[in-house]
């Protein structure tokens, strides 16, 4: 499953990065790397892009961006 498809309010563990080395790169250095936990806090009105809390901080990515970051929905 991809972070594109986590609904807002859930959480999910990152799993890895599918994306060209400039792009993976660029989604590491804004924290999202293997095992850390991410909440989908909310999406924009035409659902673009996307608001992620990581780490106690927020960030806002692009859904195709998102779509590159596979992960696993934390239950419970």
Same mark, same amino acid.
């Given at each position: 499953?991809? $972070? /594109?498809?986590?609904?807002p309010?859930?959480?999910? $563990?990152?799993?890895?990065?599918?994306?060209?080395?400039?792009?993976?790169?660029?989604?590491?250095? *804004?924290?999202?790397?293997?095992?850390?936990? @991410? /909440? !989908?806090v +909310?999406? @924009?009105?035409? /659902?673009d892009?996307? %608001? *992620? %809390?990581? %780490?106690?901080? $927020?960030i806002?990515? +692009? +859904?195709?961006? =998102?779509?590159? !970051? *596979? !992960?696993? =929905?934390?239950?419970?």
């Open positions: 499953m991809t $972070l /594109k498809e986590i609904l309010g859930q959480t999910c $563990l990152i799993q890895s990065i599918n994306a060209e080395s400039h792009l993976m790169q660029r989604l590491m250095d *804004l924290g999202l790397l293997p095992g850390t936990l @991410a /909440k !989908v +909310r999406n @924009a009105p035409l /659902k892009p996307m %608001e *992620l %809390e990581l %780490e106690g901080y $927020l806002s990515m +692009r +859904r195709e961006e =998102a779509d590159c !970051v *596979l !992960v696993e =929905a934390c239950h419970g």
